[in-house]
């Protein structure tokens, strides 16, 4: 058998044809439905490790479905190149309550990041609110190690009732951030 007769152009053209399927199928996934990221550095721990392979989905950024406890990547408010991985503690109109932010409100648009790792990630504590037009993803589930593979959301870390509290008069949201022990 030669190799000549799998080269010919009709196998040639129904390769690069199909090839070209896969890729855009690929692609079109990836920029709208929802692709696998690896996470370093260690803001998000114990929730994420350095080097875990998470699940992420696009369609509840971009439908504007986030909710406080979602764990999302964002553009750097700083660095456009860098994604960064942080848990929504508040959204707009929450106002937020810690050592660096005394009793802030969350502008309209903009939602409230904080890393897990409380001492160990730079977070809108630092930088501020962060644009909602900033986030890309949404971490759902962790797919590497398999010993850890699990759901991201509802963590046991975030424990809405403890750190959201509704103002009964008004109806506005507080978040108070506790320190890691």
Same mark, same amino acid.
Request: proline share 6%; charged share 20%.
């Given at each position: 058998?030669s190799?000549?007769? *799998? *080269?010919?152009? #009709? @196998?040639?053209v129904? /390769?690069?044809?199909?090839a070209?399927?896969? /890729?855009?199928?690929? %692609?079109?996934?990836?920029? %709208? !439905?929802?692709? $696998?990221? &690896?996470?370093?550095?260690?803001?998000?721990?114990?929730?994420?490790?350095d080097?875990? =392979?998470?699940?992420a989905?696009?369609?509840s950024?971009?439908?504007?479905?986030? %909710?406080?406890?979602? &764990? !999302?990547?964002?553009?750097?408010p700083?660095?456009?190149?860098? $994604?960064l991985? #942080?848990r929504?503690?508040? #959204?707009?109109?929450? *106002? !937020?309550?810690?050592? =660096? =932010?005394?009793?802030?409100?969350?502008?309209?648009?903009?939602? *409230? $990041?904080q890393? +897990?790792? /409380?001492?160990?990630?730079?977070?809108?504590?630092?930088?501020?609110? !962060?644009?909602?037009g900033l986030l890309? &993803?949404?971490?759902? $589930?962790? &797919?590497?190690?398999?010993?850890?593979f699990g759901w =991201?959301?509802?963590?046991?870390?975030?424990?809405?009732?403890? @750190?959201?509290?509704?103002?009964? #008069? +008004?109806?506005?949201?507080?978040?108070?951030f /506790?320190?890691?022990t």
């Open positions: 058998m190799l000549s007769r *799998f *080269f010919t152009r #009709k @196998n040639v129904r /390769y690069f044809t199909g070209g399927v896969v /890729y855009c199928v690929a %692609h079109t996934i990836a920029a %709208h !439905v929802g692709e $696998l990221v &690896i996470c370093s550095g260690p803001s998000m721990h114990p929730t994420i490790h080097g875990d =392979l998470v699940l989905e696009r369609l950024v971009n439908s504007g479905n986030i %909710h406080r406890g979602d &764990i !999302v990547g964002c553009l750097s700083h660095e456009s190149d860098q $994604l991985c #942080k929504v503690v508040a #959204k707009e109109s929450d *106002f !937020v309550n810690s050592e =660096l =932010l005394p009793n802030m409100r969350v502008p309209r648009g903009h939602v *409230f $990041l890393g +897990d790792n /409380y001492l160990a990630s730079t977070d809108s504590r630092h930088f501020g609110p !962060v644009p909602a890309q &993803i949404r971490l759902t $589930l962790r &797919i590497w190690p398999v010993s850890r =991201l959301s509802n963590h046991w870390f975030w424990e809405a009732e403890e @750190n959201v509290k509704r103002d009964p #008069k +008004d109806g506005r949201h507080t978040t108070r /506790y320190p890691r």
